[in-house]
């Protein structure tokens, strides 16, 4: 069965750091691309970034300066460091490995 399990959110103030974490089951993560999106309150699901299993990297541009995806191939696991936060990366972030998706964690940034 696959799971993939997000956690490391929070309640945050601005300027302050986060680091989400995407644990991966089993051998889906093997060899494949991993991407982290986040959905607002009433707004539609966004993509973040993403990092293939060469570590090649790419953001979308709410991200570029702020944020870094990285992954463990070891421990099946890809993170998201989340710097310089603001209110409006405020929303729940979830992890996803082609079709898979996980139960997503909430991030909080305080004004």
């Known amino acids: 069965q696959v799971q993939l399990v997000e956690s490391g959110g929070g309640l945050v103030q601005a300027g302050g750091s986060l680091r989400l974490s995407c644990a991966a089951s089993?051998?889906?993560?093997?060899?494949?691309?991993m991407g982290w999106y986040r959905q607002a309150p009433g707004k539609q699901r966004m993509f973040i970034a993403l990092?293939?299993?060469?570590?090649?990297?790419h953001y979308a541009d709410v991200g570029k300066g702020r944020f870094t995806i990285s992954r463990d191939n070891a421990n099946n696991t890809v993170y998201l460091q989340m710097n310089s936060l603001k209110p409006e990366d405020t929303a729940v972030y979830y992890c996803?490995?082609?079709?898979?998706w996980g139960q997503g964690t909430q991030v909080t940034v305080s004004s």
């Open positions: 996803s490995i082609g079709v898979y």
């Open positions: 089993g051998s889906i993560f093997s060899g494949r691309t």
């Open positions: 990092i293939n299993s060469e570590g090649i990297t």
